[in-house]
Nanobody
Framework: QVQFVESGGGLVQPGGSLRLSCAASGSISGCYAILWYRQAPGKQREYVATITNNGDTVYPDSVKGRFTLSRDDAENTVTLQMRNLKPEDSGVYYC????????????WGQGTQVTVSS
C-alpha cells in the first residue's frame, strides 16, 4: 500500500501560481500513471491531470495550457505546476496512482487546499 501526501496549497489571487507536490511513501515507478484530482465543496471529485510512467501528460481542457505535471521517480514525487489560476480552480487537490485501465490503486490522502480568490 502506497500512501500519498499532497502539499503546496494555499490562498492565491486570480492569475497567480502555485506548485503542488505529491509525495509517495513507496516507489511510483511501477505505477502506470499518477493522477491529480480536485474537489470543490458540494461537488464531485474532478479529474485534473495525468502523467504516465513514460512521462506522457494529459490534461482536460479546463486546465490545459495552465497546468504542468512532472515526476521524479527517484524521489517518488510528482509536481503539479499551476499558473494563471482562476477561482474555479479552487478545491482540495489529491493525487493517486492508477493502472493501465485508469483504476485508482490506493487510498486517497488528505489532499491540499487551493483557494483562488481576490
Amino acid at each position: 500500500q502506497v500512501q500519498f501526501v499532497e502539499s503546496g496549497g494555499g490562498l492565491v489571487q486570480p492569475g497567480g501560481s502555485l506548485r503542488l507536490s505529491c509525495a509517495a511513501s513507496g516507489s511510483i515507478s511501477g505505477c502506470y500513471a499518477i493522477l491529480w484530482y480536485r474537489q470543490a465543496p458540494g461537488k464531485q471529485r474532478e479529474y485534473v491531470a495525468t502523467i504516465t510512467n513514460n512521462g506522457d501528460t494529459v490534461y482536460p481542457d479546463s486546465v490545459k495550457g495552465r497546468f504542468t505535471l512532472s515526476r521524479d521517480d527517484a524521489e517518488n514525487t510528482v509536481t503539479l505546476q499551476m499558473r494563471n489560476l482562476k477561482p474555479e480552480d479552487s478545491g482540495v487537490y489529491y493525487c493517486n496512482a492508477a493502472d493501465s485501465a485508469f483504476q485508482i490503486l490506493f487510498s486517497w490522502g488528505q489532499g491540499t487546499q487551493v483557494t483562488v480568490s481576490s
